[in-house]
Antibody, heavy 124, light 108 residues
Framework: EVQLVESGGGLVQPGESLRLSCAAS????????MGWVRQAPGKGLEYVSV????????NYADSVKGRFTISRDNSKKTVYLLMNSLRDEDTATYYC?????????????????WGRGTKVTVSS | SYELTQPPSVSVSPGQTARITCSGD??????AYWYHQKSGPAPVLVIY???KRPPGIPERFSGSSSGTMATLTISGAQVEDEGDYYC???????????FGGGTKLTVL
């Protein structure tokens, strides 16, 4: 069964950093765009970032650009999200997501598999 | 910045048809994806590429897109279909990806 398992969440103070990890299993990891979506408490879903499988091309939401960095290690089937200069408004559950189509399809990005999420709380 | 607009809430009686819309300028060129989230668990994909249904999603879920509006239709809505529904798509250049604000579906 295709599975995504996030880790690395926790409580940090404003201005600090945190790195999230997402371990994938049961699919050809390097063939797929992977990403992160977050949801603040009581709020809707917010796209954060994606990274392509082969060349590691990245894309970010304006709200995190310049502060967050997405990366991946295809040999470890793991995608990361390094979050710097964290703000109160970054408090959310962060979901790891997988694109529904492999990269060779050239199709739009849309996510079919979601992890259970990891909570990040930014508070002093 | 690019936006997708959804109605905040939709309410139907069990067995009725629920329609949830998603409006965005790039929808004529970009696919819409639809997600269902009940309070707590991660969202579930119910429609992809405007109108395709993933394995395991009941046939009562369907999607369509015309012009700048995508529509999720639940024919014969059930109580278990309650929850929040989000559309997802990108701007015409594919650089900005966004979720709609979400629609709370009530079936009672």
């Amino acid at each position: 069964e295709v599975q995504l398992v996030e880790s690395g969440g926790g409580l940090v103070q404003p201005g600090e950093s945190l790195r999230l990890s997402c371990a994938a299993s049961d699919f050809t990891f390097s063939d797929y765009v992977m990403g992160w979506v977050r949801q603040a408490p009581g709020k809707g879903l917010e796209y954060v970032s994606v990274i392509s499988g082969t060349f590691g091309i990245t894309n970010y939401a304006d709200s995190v650009k310049g502060r967050f960095t997405i990366s991946r290690d295809n040999s470890k089937k793991t995608v990361y999200l390094l979050m710097n200069s964290l703000r109160d408004e970054d408090t959310a559950t962060y979901y790891c997501v997988k694109d529904i189509r492999d990269e060779s399809s050239g199709s739009d990005v849309g996510f079919d598999v979601w992890g259970r999420g990891t909570k990040v709380t930014v508070s002093s | 910045s690019y936006e997708l607009t959804q109605p905040p809430s939709v309410s139907v009686s069990p067995g009725q048809t629920a329609r949830i819309t998603c409006s965005g300028d790039a929808l004529p060129k970009k696919y819409a994806y639809w997600y269902h989230q009940k309070s707590g668990p991660a969202p579930v994909l119910v429609i992809y590429e405007d109108s395709k249904r993933p394995p395991g999603i009941p046939e009562r879920f369907s999607g369509s897109s015309s012009g700048t509006m995508a529509t999720l239709t639940i024919s014969g809505a059930q109580v278990e279909d309650e929850g929040d529904y989000y559309c997802f798509s990108a701007d015409s250049g594919g650089n900005q990806r966004v979720f709609g604000g979400g629609t709370k579906l009530t079936v009672l």
